[in-house]
């Protein structure tokens, strides 16, 4: 079992780069693979990026392919989202989560959730 918090939100330029962590506590963080995902007012969870347990085969939502990029660091236990060339349309509620069932971009193939952090991107 993990325990996942999630940091790094907060205002940002449109054109700006933000850099959110999700931490983890317990003992087997590096059996996990960990997604992130986000949800703006009045619309569903959206699936924004996953890694694998060691760091590999990092996969993204198409929204956010080729801007953001998802990295770990199983030393600290901790998985990375770094956002670039933001818009207004990625300001959300961003959550990380363990990934259950690798490839999936489905809410029920993850769990253990972070309580969000709020990314708003002003124009």
């Known amino acids: 079992h993990v325990q996942l918090v999630e940091s790094g939100g907060g205002l940002v330029q449109a054109g700006g780069s933000l850099s959110l962590s999700c931490a983890a506590s317990g003992r087997t963080f590096s059996s996990y693979a960990i997604g992130w995902f986000r949800q703006a007012p009045g619309k569903e969870r959206e699936f924004v990026a996953a890694i694998n347990w060691s760091g590999g085969n990092p996969y993204y939502g198409d929204s956010v392919r080729g801007r953001f990029i998802i990295s770990r660091e199983n030393v600290k236990k901790t998985v990375y989202l770094q956002m670039n060339s933001l818009t207004p349309e990625d300001t959300a509620v961003y959550y990380c989560?363990?990934?259950?069932?690798?490839?999936?971009?489905?809410?029920?193939?993850?769990?253990?959730w972070g309580q969000g952090t709020q990314v708003t991107v002003s124009s």
């Open positions: 989560a363990a990934n259950y069932r690798y490839g999936s971009r489905r809410q029920s193939d993850f769990g253990s």
